[in-house]
Nanobody, 124 residues
Framework: QVQLVESGGGLVQAGGSLRLSCAAS????????MGWFRQAPGQEREFVSG????????NYRESVKGRFTISRDTAKTTVYLQMNNLKPEDTAVYYC?????????????????WGQGTQVTVSS
């Protein structure tokens, strides 16, 4: 398993931006597909975005398309989620996850390693 540490969450007004980072402690970072998930109180964890091993393929849930951008830096073993035009419904704990099979999948149980999460709160 890979140790993942998220950062960058916080409180922002609607329309604002945040950039989440997820640092992975592994020398084989390029072998993992990476994903961002979120979980609001009382709700199930949901897929937000994913990126392939090479970064050449990305996937987003419909509600964040055009607002969020996922990227990865192999040299820094870090994956990012740039979030623009944030909305109150984006409020949740955001989690980073790694898939050792190297596939961008939307089901949380397909991911092997998880970070501790970072809170994102968007006020109206």
């Amino acid at each position: 398993q890979v140790q993942l540490v998220e950062s960058g969450g916080g409180l922002v007004q609607a329309g604002g931006s945040l950039r989440l980072s997820c640092a992975a402690s592994t020398r084989t970072f390029s072998m993992y597909a990476m994903g961002w998930f979120r979980q609001a109180p009382g709700q199930e964890r949901e897929f937000v975005s994913g990126i392939s091993r090479s970064g050449g393929y990305t996937n987003y849930r419909e509600s964040v398309k055009g607002r969020f951008t996922i990227s990865r830096d192999t040299a820094k073993t870090t994956v990012y989620l740039q979030m623009n035009n944030l909305k109150p419904e984006d409020t949740a704990v955001y989690y980073c996850a790694a898939n050792a099979a190297g596939k961008v999948l939307v089901a949380p149980h397909k991911y092997d390693s998880w970070g501790q999460g970072t809170q994102v709160t968007v006020s109206s």
